[in-house]
């Protein structure tokens, strides 16, 4: 007992370390990736702090399995630096004592990653989805600029008066060609944002007409108006603006076991939903599968050093992640089902594990 507190000492502090250090630097990198679609005029700071919270769950599916194994390696190579493993070997301490806390510890990891994958993320993912709609409002309604024309939109060209306040206007110019062959020229004397829903954006406009283009010569009033409302769809603003996005992170297990097997859903979508459904299993369960190699490569007695297994740990990590390519690009082919590419580093690191306990068992006799 003494034994498997003082390893779970070594190693539950690196591990923390290593977690904490990876989801920052995970976590700048997805908000540097998104820079170029987040930042806006409608940006605010505690968009920016919510929406930070809302990328930790889909990071730590992944930094979760990488931080248990440099951890319990950088505990572990401590150990073996010192010759403390060696000594343990030399007590009659075999390498399954040895092995016990890692794979608690493993074990655990694991199960978080799982509740966390198969909950967590798939909630925050859809939260963060309902940030960028409302991010996509704002930024329109904060871009129409008076005096400007505003032409993101696709067949709309909008343009308003001086500002009266947020989100209000004196003057308000729409002209519609979405239907080519009913292009509308829409005026308002007042213009301001309504109450919004889904991905629109709601203008509420106050004396006004609307009038139907015959020529460019020609207009034909069809309607006028003291109060009208104006409903823009902001789809493709907002798929712009969301294509970081994993198209699968949102669903949970039942969505996606739902659009695997959907045959009217394109063929891509449905093996990237059937591999989804895998991976929320079989990359936490990777952690049980890290700590117990992170334990197995670091051998006594063979000048091991913290250095030498942080090396190791980043190339066990880089192996695991070439693995899934590969198992993708067989999908691709046609070769593999996207369940067992799914699978495929599992099953070989597994493999892997249990080659290098039979050799430790054999050594230890």
Not at 44 to 52: E, F, I, N, T
Request: charged residues 20%; hydrophobic residues 55%; proline residues 4%.
């Amino acid at each position: 007992m003494i034994l498997h507190r003082y390893i779970l000492r070594q190693v539950v502090v690196p591990v923390l370390v290593a977690a904490l250090l990876l989801n920052v630097l995970f976590l700048l990198v997805e908000l540097l990736r998104i820079a170029s679609v987040a930042v806006g005029v409608g940006l605010r700071l505690a968009d920016l702090g919510w929406m930070s919270l809302l990328l930790l769950p889909g990071l730590s599916v992944f930094t979760i399995p990488v931080a248990v194994l440099m951890g319990i390696m950088l505990g572990f190579g401590r150990l073996a630096e010192d010759g403390e493993l060696v000594a343990l070997a030399g007590a009659g301490i075999g390498p399954g004592r040895v092995l016990k806390m890692p794979a608690l510890l493993g074990a655990a990891a694991a199960l978080l990653g799982m509740v966390v994958s198969v909950w967590f993320t798939p909630a925050a993912a859809r939260t963060m989805r309902g940030l960028f709609v409302d991010l996509t409002r704002r930024n329109v309604a904060a871009s129409l600029d008076s005096s400007k024309f505003y032409e993101e939109l696709p067949g709309l060209v909008l343009l308003c008066g001086p500002r009266r306040g947020p989100g209000a206007w004196q003057g308000f110019f729409a002209y519609d060609l979405r239907d080519r062959e009913l292009p509308l020229l829409l005026v308002a004397n007042q213009a301001r944002v309504g109450d919004s829903s889904g991905a629109d954006l709601e203008l509420q406009l106050q004396d006004g007409q609307a009038c139907l283009l015959q020529d460019e010569q020609r207009r034909q009033t069809i309607a006028a108006f003291s109060r009208g409302r104006v409903r823009l769809a902001l789809d493709v603003l907002v798929s712009d603006r969301t294509r970081f996005l994993s198209p699968t992170d949102h669903l949970y297990l039942a969505q996606l076991r739902e659009m695997a097997a959907d045959a009217r859903q394109p063929i891509r979508l449905r093996k990237l939903c059937q591999a989804a459904w895998h991976r929320r299993f079989a990359f936490p369960l990777a952690a049980l599968i890290f700590a117990c190699l992170a334990v197995l490569m670091v051998a006594p007695g063979r000048g091991q050093s913290r250095s030498r297994s942080l090396w190791l740990a980043v190339a066990l990590v880089a192996g695991y992640f070439l693995l899934m390519r590969t198992g993708d690009a067989l999908v691709e082919k046609g070769i593999l089902s996207p369940s067992y590419s799914a699978w495929l580093p599992d099953v070989l690191l597994t493999m892997a594990g249990w080659w290098l306990w039979r050799r430790r068992q054999g050594v230890a006799r």
